[in-house]
């Protein structure tokens, strides 16, 4: 999987023995496929139906599986939710979609006070199998509350899991994996990551023998490694490649699970490369970066050059679509980042 | 293909129609988002109306000194199925443009 995206996006004659699709179609047809393989599935939210969603994630979905399976609800993420915990508890998996990370607020009550902990609170009788679909992130010139970066607040909830993909193949086999949870995930789709192609290997979701709740080394390099996930993922694997023009060689690792964090591929990593950048587009103070810098500085300290480096969105409400190419991580501020880590002097 | 229709906006409180003066695009051609369409003329003023989306002219309603009420279809995009009804605009792929250069001195101990 090294490269995977670039190299699929750039040419489709590479020999691996997947099928090129985007993330929408292998979204598609993961949801298709769980819902033929579990009949205890079912998918709702706004314009889920008849539709087939905002981005055409569930399109033909209702059609081919019965309005009893794939439905249309009221504009009402409290109720998506509310709705949610009942069917989980009568025995069905729900997969819910809230249209859009900015409407996940309405919504916090069920999802931290019911969904988080019903498991928990019932002493295991009552489990929570939802896998609560999140377009999430910035990226397509939306208007507010379509480009925000929640998983540090779901990360911190206890009895939440959290995941986004970064490509079409970990999209397809993610959200099948999540399906399959007995315990709540938050799926966050990287929305501007939609229509790139790539190549998914249904059949292995892991060809190098990783674990699915594992990070994923997308490139290897000697030098330093950028964390990241969602759409960051492929913005750090183009950044690597121009950093090896400069002679700096850099590895891409692609965290996938938020929650828990894979620290043990974080240290195996960075023990390697001694100096560490994550990037992410969420705001920077409490980011999910500062969980990351402390599990690399815990499993690395002895080997770390410099002080791990974040590189983020910025402080502020998630900007108007016209300055969000100034608020996410572009790759002027990554090399930055990874320049300010290179040229560290200990004191 | 899909076909997004898109409805003459108020474009002042309480408007209730505007005419049309100028179509500035016609059918056939492909548009940019916030590329103006229009301009048409209220009780208020003339003005250019940008476009929502970007896509392909299929249908303009009104010619000019046409009277178009508010709500009603005024211009008919084409646009490719997936991205059709979408909120936001789908990101362009760019090839990566850089400034920074990295130098540095790495000892391999």
Sequence with gaps: ????????????????AGTVMSMQQALNRALDE????????????????????VFRITDGLQAKHGEQRV?????????????SVGLAMAGFHPIPEVQFDGFAYPAINQIVCQIARMNYRSRGTLPMPITLRV?????????EHHGESLEALFAHVPGLKVVSPSNPHEAYHLLKYAATRPDPV????????????????????????????????????RHLTLVAWGAMVARCLQVAELAAEDGIDIEVLDLRWLKPIDAAALAASVRKTRRAVVVHEA????GLGAEVAQLITQGCFDTLRAPVERVTGFDVPYP????????????DRILFGIQRVLEYKRG | MAEISFPLPDLGEGLIEATVLEWLVGPGDQVERNQP?????????????????????????????????????????????????????????EAPKRRVRLSAVLDED
């Design chain 1, 1 to 16: 999987m090294s490269n995977s995206i670039l190299e699929s996006e750039t040419s489709v004659e590479s020999p691996a």
């Design chain 1, 34 to 53: 769980v819902l033929a393989e579990n009949p205890k599935t079912l998918i709702f939210g706004e314009d889920c139906g008849r539709l087939g969603g």
């Design chain 1, 71 to 83: 439905f249309d609800t009221p504009l009402a993420e409290s109720g998506i939710l509310g709705m």
């Design chain 1, 135 to 143: 377009p999430s992130f910035g990226g397509i010139r939306a208007p």
């Design chain 1, 186 to 221: 938050i799926f966050m789709e990287p929305k501007s990551r939609y229509w790139q192609k790539g190549e998914v290997d249904v059949a292995r979701p892991d060809p190098a023998g990783g674990s699915p709740t594992g990070a994923k080394v997308m490139r290897e390099g």
């Design chain 1, 283 to 286: 705001p920077l103070t409490s």
């Design chain 1, 320 to 331: 108007s679509g016209d300055l969000e190419d100034e608020y996410i991580p572009n790759i």
């Design chain 2, 37 to 93: 369409l229009v301009e048409v003329e209220t009780t208020k003023s003339a003005v250019e109306l940008p476009s929502p989306q970007a896509g392909k002219v299929v249908r303009i309603h009104g010619g000019p000194g046409d009277k178009i009420n508010v709500g009603e279809p005024l211009i008919v995009f084409e646009v490719p199925d997936n991205t059709a009804g979408i909120v936001g605009t789908v990101p362009k792929e």
